[in-house]
């Protein structure tokens, strides 16, 4: 199991990230379709700040969720022998 990388350093990054080329770098994309134009932005690729912060937010909670289960997988394997760890890892977990 690897540790969950963090998808966003910030909310600016997450902001800015993969929009297309041309997409106002001051202005708050669709959450839907990252700036391409979409049905629920009437084509505009824009949203607002404060979808941008909900998604966001969902984006870093489901991270923290993951951080907390791979917590939980390493205070396990302190746990376990040498030996046990190792047929754990044979099996592929
Ligand atoms: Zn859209």
Do not use: H
């Amino acid at each position: 199991m690897e540790k969950p990388q963090r998808p966003y350093k910030s909310f600016e990054e997450y902001r800015t990230s993969g929009l297309p080329v041309g997409f106002d770098s001051g202005g708050w994309p669709c959450t839907q379709c990252r700036g391409l134009g979409c049905e629920a932005c009437n084509n505009t690729g824009l949203g607002t700040k404060e979808d941008c912060k909900q998604a966001y937010k969902m984006i870093i909670d489901e991270w923290k969720k993951d951080v907390e289960v791979y917590k939980a997988y390493k205070a396990i394997l302190t746990k376990l022998t040498k030996q046990e760890i190792e047929i754990l890892k044979a099996v592929g977990i």
